[in-house]
């Protein structure tokens, strides 16, 4: 069965800093992979996503995730974090039916 | 196209009334999805509709959870004789199947369910 792990619960960076949010992955195939942002209160907003080819995928919002399939890891990176991006975020792999597998999400908290 | 669109946003209700969620998805999406998002917990999937058709149910959706979609278009979610432990949010997506089956869904705001 597909699973997605997010290490991180909790984290906090300052207004400036990068990111780096981790994301592990099990699945049988070459997976789907995405980032959603979730606000309070709010449904769920694509960020980014990795189907195939270049294994470095660009999204909105100045993020950026690198698939490395040798540690099953789908890793969201942003060279310099805003507080507008204070938010939860999911990593979610795709599986049969289009149905998506979540983690448990990480939340970000950003420091003035 | 406003995205998928959930109503009602936020339902307080007793234990043991029941209450009915209703998402619409984008238009030309074919797929439906709803899940659960409890506080701290990514969301799980419950059910997902391919047009009219209930393809799949996951056994977290208990007998006392429903959901339609007739026509193909809108999508209802009944919960009867509410009980605490369904307090959560409850999201629905839709997707289009017009390639591969990746697994790419767009989230409406949810609907938030507070059962006392």
């Known amino acids: 069965a597909q699973s997605v792990t997010q290490p991180d619960i909790h984290i906090t960076v300052s207004e400036g800093a990068s990111l780096e949010l981790r994301c592990n992955y099990s699945y049988g195939a070459t997976p789907y992979l995405f980032w959603y942002v979730q606000s309070p209160g709010q449904g769920l907003q694509l960020l980014l996503k990795?189907?195939?080819?270049?294994?470095l995928v660009q999204g909105i919002k100045g993020f950026e995730a690198e698939f490395k399939r040798s540690q099953s890891s789908f890793n969201l990176r942003k060279p310099s974090v805003h507080w507008s991006d204070a938010a939860e975020y999911f990593c979610?792999?795709?599986?049969?039916?289009?149905?998506?597998?979540f983690g448990d999400g990480t939340t970000l908290t950003v420091k003035p | 196209d406003t995205g998928v669109s959930q109503d009602p946003r936020h339902k307080i209700t007793k234990r043991g009334q029941n209450v009915t969620f209703r998402c619409d998805p984008i238009?030309?999406?074919?797929?439906l999805y709803w899940y659960r998002q409890t506080l701290g917990q990514g969301p799980e999937f419950l059910t997902y509709?391919?047009?009219?058709?209930?393809?799949?149910k996951s056994r977290l959706l208990s007998d006392r959870f429903s959901a339609e979609r007739p026509k193909g278009s809108f999508s209802t979610l009944e919960i009867q004789r509410t009980e605490q432990g369904d307090s959560a949010m409850y999201l629905c997506a839709s997707s289009f199947t017009g390639g591969a089956d990746t697994g790419e869904l767009f989230f409406g705001e949810g609907s938030r369910l507070t059962v006392l």
């Open positions: 509709f391919q047009n009219e058709a209930q393809l799949e």
């Open positions: 979610a792999v795709g599986g049969q039916a289009g149905k998506s597998t």
């Open positions: 990795y189907f195939s080819g270049d294994t």
């Open positions: 238009s030309e999406h074919n797929r």
